[in-house]
């Protein structure tokens, strides 16, 4: 029988495990929510839900794909009879996701491919951008992202770019193809956000930027927002981002898991997951903050507003120098973006590959990730054609609804609430009360246990794993129903 190949060092898993969890949730979710949910208050509430939620959840799923050695869909089959099915729910989240996550990830090579044009249209000494829009008086970051959504054709070849970019990878498989990319990738984005971080933390007038990000009350104080959240928002919104951001309840971290050897620690590596995403996302915001409160202080502060109109705002007025750091910032944002939908597709090949080698039809791995290579096209074209709702088949267009609310506006938010909204906080509720009350969390202390490795965090998990954790994640999906529903 074929031999299924797995991670080839520690360091290679945490690598990609680390640049699952490291994304688009990071870059522009966690800076914007942070400012607007009380600075230093979100971040100890992000914290303590990452210890408490995130963390748990993560170690459950490593060591169910490690116990079980198979994706998502066989792991469930394995171990419960009341949710064998969930695997499929995992399945199913990995396609919606990747649905506009390609979308978007085209859209962020796109931004690379425009500072790169601006840094030789007009040589080094000006920027075609910046003249353009003195010229007008309009916003180059305006500019750019109105072109794109006026041509929905040029966005579904970034589009195709981005998911091509996924499929090679994914090809190459876990340890040749994933692993090899994150080793070098992961270190290679850290640099390079430190580098962003240093240009836009020393901006004249920065540093609004950070009494935004770190003085509780600040925000509304200036009219940056309107009121501020109450402690029970705050709690919903870092619960939501957390576990998006760590890439949960939907079976990627089962399946890197089920690739991971016996002899690795996975508390240890459970914790470092936890720790390195939640430093990323703190980074990133050091570096998405300062520079829009120093050079596109009216600019948008959340959604695909910061990424592709301010933050191009603050490239173009940069100076001669804000092309090459523009190419900078976006290519990390398309390798953080890339490393997360490598471990999306691969939650859904994993599964088919499985099968197929069990049932001694060999390493099938290329006929299916093509398979689903082509699946995740169409819904990424959908999205793309769509162009954020401006097209006359946008969800809310095909139901007829006038005043649509987030779900129905456009289809790139449409498959985002669905999956971000409910199937992803609904997957981890179900899989904490599966893990406390049908296997029982011993299952998951032997395996953590295997090889003698040491599970000094046990009794914490056990006690979270029966009663904070279900609490918090039931905590998230009443939020994230809320936000992304009424
Ligand atoms: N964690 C990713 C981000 O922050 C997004 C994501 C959500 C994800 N669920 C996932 C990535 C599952 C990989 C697998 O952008």
Known sequence: MEERKGFGSNFGFLMAAVGSAVGLGNIWGFPYKMGANGGFTFLLVYIFLGVTCGFIVMISELAMGRKTGKGAVEAYKIVSKKFKWMGWLGIASAFFILFFYCALGGYCIKYVVLNV??????????????????????????????????????????????????????????????????????????????????????????????????????????????????????????????????????????????????????????????????????????CVLPGRF???????????????????????????????????????????????????????????????????KGDKRKAYTLIATAAVSLGCVLVCADAMGTSNFSPADLLGITEPKAWAADWLDFWDCISEGIMMPLGALLMTFMVAYEIGPEFVKNEVEQCGNKFSMYKFYRFCIKYVTPLGLLLVLYGQIKSFFF
Not at 176 to 181: A, F, P, Q, R
Not at 263 to 286: P, R, T, W, Y
Not at 345 to 351: G, R
């Open 117 to 286: 044009g601006d840094l030789f249209n007009a040589g080094f000494g000006s920027n075609v951008f910046a003249e353009t829009a003195a010229a007008n008086g309009t916003s180059t970051g305006a500019e750019a992202w109105s072109a794109l959504i006026a041509n929905p054709t040029e966005a579904i070849i970034y589009g195709l770019i981005f998911v091509a970019l996924t499929m090679l990878i994914v090809l190459g498989g876990v340890g040749g193809g994933i692993e090899k990319v994150c080793s070098i990738g992961m270190p290679a984005l850290f640099v390079a956000l430190m580098i962003c971080i240093v240009r836009s933390c020393t901006l004249p007038g920065a540093v609004d930027g950070l009494k935004y990000m770190f003085i509780p009350g600040w925000a509304v104080a200036n009219g940056v927002i309107e009121k501020s959240p109450n402690l029970f928002q705050v709690f919903a919104t870092a619960g939501g981002q957390m576990f998006f951001s760590l890439s949960l309840g939907m079976g990627a971290m089962i399946t890197y898991g089920s690739y991971l050897d016996k002899k690795e620690n996975i508390q240890k590596n459970g914790l470092l997951i936890v720790i390195m995403d939640s430093i990323v996302a703190f980074m990133a915001a050091l």
């Open 294 to 360: 120093a050079l596109d202080p009216n600019g948008d502060l959340g959604g695909p507003g910061l990424l592709f109109v301010t933050m191009q705002n603050v490239f173009s007025r940069m100076g001669s120098i804000g092309p090459l750091f523009g190419i900078l910032f976006y290519l990390l944002v398309v390798f953080a973006a890339v490393s997360s939908s490598i471990s999306l597709l691969e939650v859904i090949v994993a599964h088919f590959v499985d099968k197929a080698r069990d049932a001694g």
